[in-house]
């Protein structure tokens, strides 16, 4: 496809269309029991909160199910042998997390709704045409985007774990201390949404193309997932799932995100392999981490 269709593509998706289409389908008439839309009428304010919720809380729920099931059984079953040999599941721990990621869910995707509907309305810097701020840019605005919420994230993150917000915030996320993909939203929704709410705001300071900025959320998504599998290859400089293993193991080391860039500046950075291997580990009595007591002074679950 030339760059002109890729460019017609593009200008066609964003969280806007997504919900102007569920306004089409009868989800809007079980929700409201008002009229479908689609009648060409502006939609009203509560409609579109409501629509945009379900869309978020849906569309992140359907793709949690599938993605994460879709992990588990590949890692923790069919490459199970070669990777983590003698592992059993802790079927009571990955049930919490399912049921944990379900309910957080639905309040984070109430928290991220009125930014996501200030997005829709034009009150950001988010925009359709993909040559607006022409190809450049276009190209350039993700490596931007990367370096933006990395920073944020890893700052954030760091700020949870200080003694006063880790127990009442924080803590939830690190009761899940040897994890599956099924923990990727497994937060106190607080939680969840201090550490996405650099992916809306980048969209207030910077300009982004609508389709990116959906792709980003979903991406983040993905990631989270994969995060939680505990077996990564090792690429350097990205803060893979041995690292964030070795996050859930320690407590106090690789906060970051995407990259290990400001866990290396900031003296953070613990690698997988210095932990005695327990980043692959999938032993569930891995002797190598830290006791959250060790750490905090106490245990808080
Ligand atoms: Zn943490
Ligand atoms: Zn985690």
Redesign the pocket.
Known sequence: MDMLGVAARLNTVSADTCVQWLSDVPVDQWLLGGSAGGDGSPMSLPRRLLLTWFFTYFGGLGLYYLMATADFVLVFFVLRRWLMPGYTPDWPSVRREVTYSTRSLAIMAGLTTPMEVAIQLGHSRVYHDPATYGWAYLLASPVLFLLFTDTIIYWV?RG??HRAL?KHI?KP??SFVHTTPYAAFAFHPLDGYLQGVAYQAFVFVFPFQAAMHMASLAFVSLWTINIHDRVSIGVSGVNGARHHTV??LT?KAN?GQYFTFWDWVCGTFRDPDSVGGAAAAADAATPAHVLEEEVYGKKYL
């Open positions: 993150h949870l774990h880790y924080h996320h690190h996050h859930h407590f906060y």
